[in-house]
């Protein structure tokens, strides 16, 4: 007979087997029951600098060289004293100053990374930059004659210099010193539309000689080179900011007008007239430093072996994509409005007139609106288009916004003269083809494709300058008519055709929305020099009341350098008409 507590103990055992038992069997059909409920494990993204980026920056430059010169030689002396007054006046008319070149700016970039290995990335960036950049100062001398000291030139002096816009087309390489920063170098081309300006006035005593106004006012636009540095770092996936440091070189500006003191009897010198020829000159360069925001339409994306492995580096996740098929016809049409801007020169019959207006200053300081109106129509079949654009705009300008630029030519006697501009742009006509050169998906409905462009820019432009004259003067090499003080010359129209080739990226980001950039390059001699052309917008396509619309905004700028004739018979334009557009259509 067993032991009470033995049996007891065996009752215990007898229950608590089946329990454990059946624990562990619970155990193990729950298990997977819990771990469905669970989320699968996904492997982290990993940051790439890779893809495209589009932004905007703001910033401020500065001098580099401050010296702005001018130098005069005599011409002619026919007063009663010869070699009196003609040394000491070109001698008065030549000194230097110091002048700022500094200014406030702002304008948008676009560009393409590509990280290359765990830590070094390569881009290239463009960028376009409105500008308030202005300097000027003066000078006054009081020079001796040297044969007779008593007798003095006394001479006054004004220079301005300006930066009227500027853009940068650079390569980048930089090094991730950590995941999401970037530190890089950079350097390339620059361009710009650089402007100067000079009056010199002078009297000479005891005599009654006393020299109108000599001024000289001079715009080109310029490419030269830049170098520089800076950082970036992403605040998300999609949007990074920077911060860069710039030298830029446009070269040096030199231009050369003529001061002549008009005819004046004198009881001391008799009767006679000094003429001089006065150049100046001024170098164009310095440092600039901005801030910008940029959205990057890449983001995190796995790395190359699928997991977090690699922190640094996620190589390129393009993957090629087929040409879509052609099929139905697509057409959209948008009749926009382009906020255009004037940076440049007119030219007629020799004569210069040269305007630096923005789209707000031809709102706020002149006194007739601009008018203007444009439509741009594509009709795409899988990767073909047929695209066409047409512009029309009048622009008025006149008194300070304008600037003679070159002196009158064949005209001894130098008058001050305040110019008057009618700028109508009667078409700017575009037409041509494009072909989807490649495409390639980045996930989704989103894709980058790469289009060819071909095709032809025609123009129609003239320009009605008038000038205002403080004195009398016959002009005939100018064919100016002339009523009073006021003179007046036509360009008539100015018609010519430029071929054109460029490149196009789309960016789809949805179905309805996307990127492009667009820029070209035309003229080659067989109508303008030398033209080019560059376009960055959005567009978003939508519904409205059962109708599809398409809407747009952007940047344009459009450079072109013609000119027909020569000497006093030239006529031309060399102007940069930029500003933003947007516009309003629907698709077909």
Not at 210 to 225: E, I, P, Q, T
Not at 322 to 331: C, H, L
Not at 358 to 378: A, C, H, N
Not at 455 to 464: D, E, H, I, P
Request: net charge neutral.
């Amino acid at each position: 007979m067993d032991h009470p507590a033995l049996g007891l103990k065996r009752a215990l055992c007898g229950v608590a087997r089946p329990l454990i038992t059946g624990g562990i069997a619970f155990a193990c059909f729950a298990a997977p029951a819990l771990g469905a409920d669970l989320p699968p494990s996904e492997t982290p993204p990993v940051f790439t600098w890779t893809g495209f980026y589009a932004g905007f920056n703001n910033g401020y430059t500065w001098r580099g060289s401050g010296t702005f010169s001018t130098s005069a030689v005599n011409l002619f002396d026919s007063t009663a004293i010869p070699g009196l007054w003609g040394p000491v006046s070109a001698l008065g008319a030549t000194g230097s100053v110091g002048t700022q070149l500094n200014g406030f700016f702002g304008g948008g970039q676009l560009g393409y990374n590509w990280q290359f290995s765990d830590r070094f990335v390569a881009g290239l960036e463009a960028d376009l930059q409105g500008a308030g950049v202005r300097g000027g100062g003066g000078f006054q001398t009081l020079t001796p004659a040297a044969i007779y000291p008593p007798f003095v030139a006394t001479t006054s002096a004004t220079v301005n210099r300006s930066l009227e816009y500027f853009g940068t087309v650079r390569g980048r390489l930089g090094y991730a010193v950590t995941p999401t920063m970037l530190f890089y170098a950079t350097g390339g081309l620059a361009y710009g539309g650089i402007a100067t300006s000079t009056a010199v006035r002078q009297s000479l005593t005891p005599s009654l000689l006393l020299s109108a106004s000599a001024k000289s006012d001079f715009f080109d636009n310029r490419v030269g080179w830049t170098v520089g540095g800076g950082v970036e770092s992403a605040l998300t996936s999609d949007l990074s900011a920077k911060l860069e440091f710039l030298y830029y070189d446009l070269g040096t500006a030199n231009v050369a007008f003529p001061n002549s003191a008009p005819l004046i009897h004198n009881a001391i010198v008799g009767a006679g007239q000094v003429g001089d020829a006065i150049s100046s000159s001024t170098q164009f360069n310095g440092f600039f430093v901005r801030a910008g925001l940029n959205y990057r339409f890449a983001g995190d994306q796995p790395s190359a072996n699928g997991s977090a492995a690699t922190p640094f580096f996620a190589a390129p996740q393009f993957v090629a994509a087929d040409k879509p098929a052609f099929g139905d016809w697509r057409v959209t049409v948008v009749p926009y409005l382009w906020a255009l801007g004037l940076n440049g020169t007119n030219r007629a019959r020799g004569e210069t007139i040269g305007t630096n207006l923005s789209f707000i200053d031809l709102l706020t300081k002149v006194d007739t609106p601009p008018l203007e109106f444009g439509t741009r129509f594509e009709a795409r079949n899988g990767p073909f288009s047929v695209y066409g654009d047409y512009f029309w705009a009048q622009l008025r300008a006149s008194g300070s916004d304008l600037a003679l630029r070159t002196p009158f030519t064949g005209v001894s006697l130098t008058a001050d003269a305040t110019g008057h501009l009618k700028f109508t742009v009667k078409a700017i006509l575009e037409g041509g083809v494009a072909y989807e050169l490649a495409r390639w998906s980045t996930g989704g409905a989103s894709y980058t494709a790469i289009d060819a462009l071909a095709g032809l820019r025609y123009w129609n432009v003239s320009a009605n300058v008038g000038l205002d004259i403080t004195g009398s003067v016959n002009v005939p090499l100018l064919g100016l008519s002339q009523v009073g003080q006021l003179a007046v010359d036509r360009t008539g129209d100015l018609n010519w055709v430029d071929p054109l080739v460029g490149l196009r990226v789309r960016q789809r980001l949805t179905s309805d929305d996307e990127f492009q950039l667009k820029g070209d390059i035309g003229g080659f001699g067989a109508g303008s020099k030398i033209s080019w052309q560059a376009f960055g917008g959005y567009t978003h396509n939508f519904e409205f009341n059962g109708l599809n619309c398409s809407g747009m905004i952007g940047y344009r700028a459009l450079e072109v350098d013609y000119s027909r004739g020569g000497g006093v018979n030239q006529s031309g334009l060399n102007a940069v008409l930029q500003g933003p557009i947007v516009g309003l259509g629907v698709r077909f």
